[in-house]
């Protein structure tokens, strides 16, 4: 089945401790994407990939970074994660050529 | 902000209603497309239209775009209590970032 799979789906953690979201898709897509959705603001880009070693900021990258070592994964890293951050996070992935994007069911993150 | 905009925010109908969504964005596009939310999920892709399109259909899904005015709309018609769900639009920057509007909030009461 073509999906894109996130872990944890819910994270609690504290102030400043290192995380990562991991993000896996089976469809070979080259374009990946993370977003994080809160309430009145829609989904905000954070990062995306065209492509393995190639990544580049979204609209709200501050605080994030992600690697694309290898096509199917595109990790998100917060590597001293803050209070502002507590977000529902989504990954995506599509086929390059602007094309529909297939979601991940979503990380629901708490930093207290 | 690149970002687009919906409106309405929220759209409370009955069953068997037509619903109307409308999106605006700034930017030139090649495509646009609408995702559906159930809440708190993953987003789903629902209907593409190319940015030579001006009207498209799938189902009971009815999509427009105005390129000169910058918006689409999408039209669900004859509404069920299972279309209720956030509603985004969404398109392709120039520099390929995929922006999404703020999204309509429909609910549909049997």
């Known amino acids: 089945e073509a999906q894109v799979t996130q872990n944890p789906r819910y994270l609690i953690t504290v102030t400043g401790k290192k995380l990562t979201v991991t993000c896996s898709q089976n469809?070979?897509?080259?374009?990946m994407s993370w977003y994080r959705q809160d309430p009145g603001l829609g989904l905000r880009q954070i990062y995306y990939?065209?492509?393995?070693?190639?990544?580049d900021k979204g609209d709200v990258p501050e605080g994030y970074k992600v690697s694309r070592k290898e096509k199917r994964n595109f990790p998100l890293i917060l590597e001293s994660p803050s209070p502002n951050q507590t977000s529902l996070y989504f990954c995506?992935?599509?086929?390059?050529?602007?094309?529909?994007?297939?979601f991940g069911q979503g990380t629901r993150l708490t930093v207290v | 902000s690149q970002q687009g905009e919906e409106d309405p925010q929220a759209l409370s109908i009955q069953e068997g209603e037509n619903a109307t969504m409308n999106c605006s964005y700034k930017?030139?596009?090649?495509?646009l497309q609408w995702y559906r939310q159930n809440s708190g999920r993953g987003l789903v892709h629902l209907i593409l239209?190319?940015?030579?399109?001006r009207e498209k259909h799938s189902g009971r899904l009815r999509v427009t775009l105005d390129t000169s005015k910058k918006s689409s709309s999408l039209l669900i018609t004859a509404s069920r209590a299972a279309d209720t769900a956030s509603y985004f639009c969404?398109?392709?920057?120039?520099?390929?970032?995929?922006?999404f509007g703020t999204g309509t909030r429909l609910q549909v009461f049997p």
């Open positions: 995506a992935s599509s086929l390059i050529g602007r094309t529909e994007a297939f």
């Open positions: 239209i190319r940015s030579n399109e």
């Open positions: 990939s065209m492509n393995v070693e190639v990544t």
């Open positions: 930017t030139s596009i090649n495509n």
């Open positions: 969404a398109f392709f920057s120039n520099t390929d970032k995929l922006i």
């Open positions: 469809m070979n897509h080259e374009y």
